[in-house]
């Protein structure tokens, strides 16, 4: 666990302090972080992701990401990797607990930053499990006192949490219509789907007339449209599967990643179609078939 933890824990700290950069600066941080995959952006640049504080509109960070919401989907799916992972008492225990504390609290910062609500659902859930099950030690009080104190002072400021299912009208219009696209799809090949990576290039069949050209938010949608019934039984069988081999093998922190990463495919498709969160996704089977 320890050659995974490392690197896992170097990049997910750089890519919160990279989010923290620009959402001081309000921009892209530019020089070295380019040849990290950083792209190029201000505040004001068309179509960029924002969130309204106190009346004004602020750059949400990306990191070297797609989107503020992949940013936040991958670190909350990376957070219980670091806190439900059990650190054998050794010569160095407090340092490597202080290492986790530390990489925890920078995932927690990115997440936060990022302005995904459905991110911070994910993560707000993975840390109430674990704070329950140490319940009994009172520095875990103590964190959760914390994150309480987090939640009032973000519902004072933002209210974004409050709102989370008002989401703009021309969102729930494209996310309706790529929906219907998905079903129209499934119905015209209900076995064997439309094939592997198809669904943007059959969209302007589906919905004429309509510039969308985006998967539809919904990673088990999606499967279902481009192999069918066939294909996603055979994804359903290798979740059952993947969630009972970790179970029988105690891997609590890879299944607690593994059901973030289906909570969050229920309202996004970065999971299946991103080639970061496709990697992260084959880190998280490979802990728990290890």
Do not use: C
């Not at 993560?123 to 006192?145: D, E, H, I, N």
């Not at 209900?190 to 094939?195: D, E, I, Q, T, V």
């Not at 481009?226 to 599967?241: D, N, Q």
Request: aromatic letters at 14%; a positive charge; glycine letters at 10%.
């Amino acid at each position: 666990m320890r050659e995974v933890l490392i690197p896992l824990g170097l990049g997910v700290v750089g890519s919160a302090i990279l989010a923290a950069g620009q959402f001081l600066l309000q921009r892209a941080v530019g020089g070295p972080a380019y040849f990290l995959g950083e792209r190029s952006f201000l505040a004001t640049s068309p179509g960029i992701a924002q969130v309204i504080i106190n009346g004004r509109l602020y750059l949400r960070p990306y990191a070297t990401f797609s989107h503020p919401n992949v940013l936040g989907g991958f670190l909350a799916t990376v957070l219980p990797i670091f806190l439900f992972t059990k650190i054998k008492k050794q010569r160095f225990f407090k340092m490597d607990f202080l290492i986790l504390t530390s990489v925890a609290y920078s995932i927690w910062l990115g997440i936060f930053i990022s302005f995904s609500r459905i991110a911070w659902l994910a993560a707000l859930g993975s840390s109430g499990f674990f704070l329950f099950a140490k319940a009994k030690r009172r520095f875990w009080w103590g964190v959760l006192a914390v994150v309480i104190l987090l939640v009032v002072m973000e519902e004072m400021t933002l209210g974004r949490f409050g709102n989370l299912f008002s989401v703009d009208i021309e969102s729930i219009s494209e996310r309706q219509q790529l929906f219907q696209a998905s079903l129209i799809m499934i119905g015209s090949s209900p076995l064997l789907g439309s094939g592997l990576g198809s669904f943007i290039s059959n969209l302007p069949q589906v919905l004429i007339g309509s510039r969308l050209l985006q998967p539809v938010h919904s990673i088990y949608l999606l499967i279902l449209s481009e192999t069918g019934i066939v294909g996603f039984a055979l994804f359903l069988f290798l979740i059952g599967k993947t969630i009972m081999t970790a179970i029988s093998k105690h891997r609590s922190a890879a299944l607690a990643a593994l059901i973030t990463i289906l909570f969050l495919g229920l309202f996004d498709h970065y999971f299946y179609t991103l080639p970061q969160t496709q990697l992260l996704f084959g880190v998280v089977l490979g802990l728990i078939y290890a």
